[in-house]
């Protein structure tokens, strides 16, 4: 069997280094958030971009809900799929 010790070592590392960046990101898009609200807006633009913040809404289902009230409903829209799933502990 291949020994796949520098490979998991390099993905780690690049696991580790996106965590960073994502902290990064959402910091940044904090600072603009937190400015939005100081100004009362939900939108800035500029010469070459145009941020908006909105509120917006979304309706889902209450599957748990569904399939406690209506178990043979839930039972007969639900949909079972198969997907491998690749994990490094």
Not at 9 to 37: F, N, P
Not at 62 to 79: F, N, R, V
Request: avoid cysteine; charged fraction near 35%.
């Amino acid at each position: 069997m291949k020994n796949y010790k520098n490979i998991v070592d390099q993905i780690r590392e690049l696991q580790r280094m996106k965590e960073e960046i994502e902290a990064e990101i959402t910091s940044l898009q904090d600072q603009i958030k937190a400015d939005m609200t100081a100004e009362n807006t939900d939108t800035f633009a500029g010469v070459d971009y145009k941020i908006t913040w909105k509120a917006a809404t979304r309706t889902t289902i209450d599957s748990k809900a569904l399939k406690q009230d209506l178990p043979e409903i839930a039972a007969q829209y639900s949909k079972t799929t198969e997907y491998r799933r690749f994990l490094i502990a």
